[in-house]
DNA sequence: GCGACATCTTTACAGTGGAAAGATATGCTG
DNA sequence: CAGCATATCTTTCCACTGTAAAGATGTCGC
């Protein structure tokens, strides 16, 4: 498709007058949406190599310096659809960590359960060379899902010692590194090194109780 | 410089017979370890998004189709630079592991500071999608250097109880969450979360503490 | 010598991000 | 309701990229 502006012969029933409408209309209405809806379609289908400026925009039947307008360049959109990966993501933190049954890991188990059900758009979401970390709604965004890290280990946002500090960035670092491992496909090969049968999810719920290990008996990975 | 063959005229000493010598030979002798150290000055230069076969090219001095017969494509070029990285870092791994007066987390923090000496090759070292992840010299550099993450915990390579991979991986999955969000620079605003003068080195010591909770006392972090 | 081969350059093409200018619709002001 | 400023979108253009293909140049075995 070179443009999305196609024209259709209409005749005016009343007037009888022959009319050229557009069958699209020239301006979109609400591109803004249109465009991180096609962009996330394209980075869902072939990833963040393929997620280009021009593919959103073709995706979204138009021009491809459509976006320019609303996004500024690749980084603006990248950003924006990063920004929107937070909002979702922190929603999906904050459904698990405040859920009344909700379990010491269960925290974790929805941080990477957002990212294999949005592989692409979690890598985006870290790789800071694409974004503009200045940007002020990407900023806003990941600090409010990021909060939710400090609220499933029960500990404030503010004036932790080093101690629990320690223990919130542990925790972190071990779901956050075993998330992008498991997204770039270093632990297909695990299993096999397991006694027969041992699934991936096994090895997970192993992860969490080497990490447990020493707490307190009852309170053990409740 | 659209080329580096560049004409000198010289004038034989002895024939008296004019000469045309060139002053860069148009076969290089060492191309292909010639670029890979010039793709590696261009990824410390300018990142991973600034490393281009053309810029690899023009740093090595060549024309911007000579790597295609050393390493086919990009990706090739790519994997190479990866599968090389893996040998330093596991070089670098072993090393410390294999101290006489090895420390429990010691491997982790060479696993930190080869990432923190290189970070974008670090960076291209697990990212999956640029590399061929069927080249053979990558598969054998990456699991020669990993295997060295079982030995930082005395554990065998083969054979290990879900116990024992649980407690593994969650020390791989600790160290490498804590190295790329160190890297993408999320744990720039920590300290400011912490009491007054808290280094970053100190809380990377908390985390590790907070890991060894609840073993042994005295081996406790030894 | 001399021909097969490896190595490197030149040329060409489709794709990309982005700048600039033009086209078109919308809304505001009188 | 007319007319104009502005927002929105398209067209055109340029420099850059990866890659393919063909040509140039050197090396080596026979």
């Known amino acids: 498709m070179l443009g999305r ?90 459904a698990a960590v405040t859920a009344p049954d909700a379990r010491r890991w269960d925290g974790a188990r929805a941080y990477i359960a957002f990212a294999v059900a949005n592989p692409a758009l979690f890598q985006l979401m870290f790789r800071t060379d694409r974004l503009d970390d200045a940007n002020e709604s990407l900023r806003a965004a990941r600090l409010h899902a990021l909060q939710h890290i400090a609220a499933a280990r029960h500990m404030p946002a503010t004036d932790l010692s080093v101690a629990q500090l320690g ?38 719920d192993a992860m969490f109780a080497a990490a447990d290990a020493g707490r307190a008996g009852p309170r053990r990975h409740d």
Chains 1, 2 share one sequence.
């Open 5 to 94: 502006t196609q024209v259709d012969v209409k005749v005016d029933f009343y007037s009888g007058k022959i009319k050229f409408m557009k069958s699209t209309p020239y301006h979109h209405g609400a591109l803004r949406d249109a465009l991180l809806a096609a962009a996330e379609t394209v980075l869902r289908r072939d990833g963040l190599p393929g997620m280009t400026l021009r593919a959103a925009a073709r995706e979204a039947g138009v021009s491809h310096a459509a976006p320019t307008h609303h996004f500024g360049d690749l980084t603006g959109l990248l950003t924006a659809l990063a920004a929107d990966g937070f909002r979702r993501f922190g929603e999906a933190l904050r």
């Open 167 to 204: 223990e919130v960035l542990g925790g972190w670092a071990l779901v956050h590194g075993y998330t992008l491992l498991l997204l770039d496909g270093r632990l297909a090969g695990l299993p096999r090194l397991a006694p027969e049968g041992t699934t991936a999810d096994a090895l997970l």
